[in-house]
Nanobody, 124 residues
Framework: QVRLVESGGGLVQAGGSLRLSCAAS????????MGWFRQAPGKEREFVAG????????SHADSVKGRFTISRDSAKNTVYLQMNSLKPEDTAVYYC?????????????????WGQGTQVTVSS
């Protein structure tokens, strides 16, 4: 069982930056691939970024490439999403997800564990 708690969301102006954190419980964090997803009102949950269990492989959605970066610190059982050059269309609830395995995984159905989400609002 893995428990995930996100933090770092908030209100920011367009062009600004935020760093989301996801703290994971459990001693086997190193065996889990991690991902970030987001869901805007009236839209389906969409993949943002994923990272392998070793941290050596990452994948980012085309819409965030060059602006967002996923990383992990296994010593702290934490995965991060650094978000730069934020746009109003990045406004959504951001969710952290975990799945036992190498990864990274891109589909929400591939993840068994989810956090409660953190709101990111980008004003124009």
């Amino acid at each position: 069982q893995v428990r995930l708690v996100e933090s770092g969301g908030g209100l920011v102006q367009a062009g600004g930056s935020l760093r989301l954190s996801c703290a994971a419980s459990g001693r086997t964090f190193r065996r889990y691939a991690m991902g970030w997803f987001r869901q805007a009102p009236g839209k389906e949950r969409e993949f943002v970024a994923g990272i392998s269990w070793s941290g050596s492989d990452t994948s980012h959605a085309d819409s965030v490439k060059g602006r967002f970066t996923i990383s992990r610190d296994s010593a702290k059982n934490t995965v991060y999403l650094q978000m730069n050059s934020l746009k109003p269309e990045d406004t959504a609830v951001y969710y952290c997800a975990a799945q036992y395995g190498v990864g990274p995984y891109l589909g929400p159905a591939q993840y068994d564990y989810w956090g409660q989400g953190t709101q990111v609002t980008v004003s124009s």
